[in-house]
């Protein structure tokens, strides 16, 4: 049997002034920090040992591993850094206060922006001083594949390449993995995992900083899910 174990990146500092973040590199705020460090309390408290770790390539994401990690004894396992499992992209809504951006084109079109499935925010173009395509990161990818803007059934589609290329992989041997990233990358999986219709996958919530966990039989069914907090 097999765990996956999903972790929210800890309270970033744009979740603290509530701003839409995306693809945008921010840090962990305090709060964060905190959350981040009893996650791996949880994770070395339940007894879960971890044979492979994934993340993003967004501090936030990187750093909430890095803790997990640190206070659980396992700082030293292998770990894989993707564009894959990065948030959901924002598009123009990138960096804008959420409040500001409700006032400006009413709540319910933020709210279908921020929440339906297959709705696309405003895209952002990708000569925009802020398109991820002027980061280095993103330097070794086809530039036409980086997102002006997504929904959760574009980042599902995202992140389904590399789960299936490197994640179920390690699990159907039989490995442990733990996977700290964000809220709508780790819905998106959540999603595929328990098959989660499009109209209920709106109303599933990643809270920050507690670990979910999955157990799997030797052919990916999930067996059970549990919330460490």
Do not use: C
């Not at 501090?59 to 640190?70: C, F, Q, S």
């Not at 297959?118 to 594949?145: C, F, M, Q, T, W």
């Amino acid at each position: 049997m097999a765990k996956l174990v999903l972790i929210r990146h800890g309270q970033s500092e744009w979740n603290l002034s509530n701003q839409f973040t995306g693809w945008v590199d921010v840090d962990l705020s305090e709060e964060g920090v905190k959350q981040a460090i009893n996650a791996g309390k949880l994770i070395k408290q339940a007894g879960i040992e971890f044979d492979f770790a994934f993340t993003s390539v967004l501090t936030r994401a990187i750093k909430t591993l890095h803790y997990a990690l640190e206070y659980s004894d396992q700082l030293w396992i292998p770990e894989i850094k993707s564009w894959r499992l990065n948030e959901r992209h924002y598009g123009a809504l990138q960096g804008h206060n959420k409040k500001k951006a409700a006032e400006k084109y009413g709540d319910e079109q933020v709210h279908i922006w921020r929440r339906s499935y297959d709705v696309l925010p405003p895209l952002l173009k990708a000569d925009d001083e802020g398109s991820a395509a002027h980061d280095r990161r993103y330097a070794n990818l086809d530039p036409h594949i980086i997102p002006g803007g997504e929904n959760l059934k574009v980042t599902l589609e995202r992140v389904m390449p590399f789960w299936e290329d490197q994640i179920a992989p390690k699990l159907l041997d039989g490995k442990n993995v733990v996977i700290a990233a964000h809220g709508n990358s780790l819905r998106a999986l959540s999603k595929y995992i328990e098959n989660i219709s499009d109209e209920d996958i709106i109303n599933l919530e990643m809270a920050t900083g507690e670990p979910v966990v999955y157990d799997f039989d030797d052919k990916l069914n999930v067996l059970s899910k549990t919330k460490l907090n």
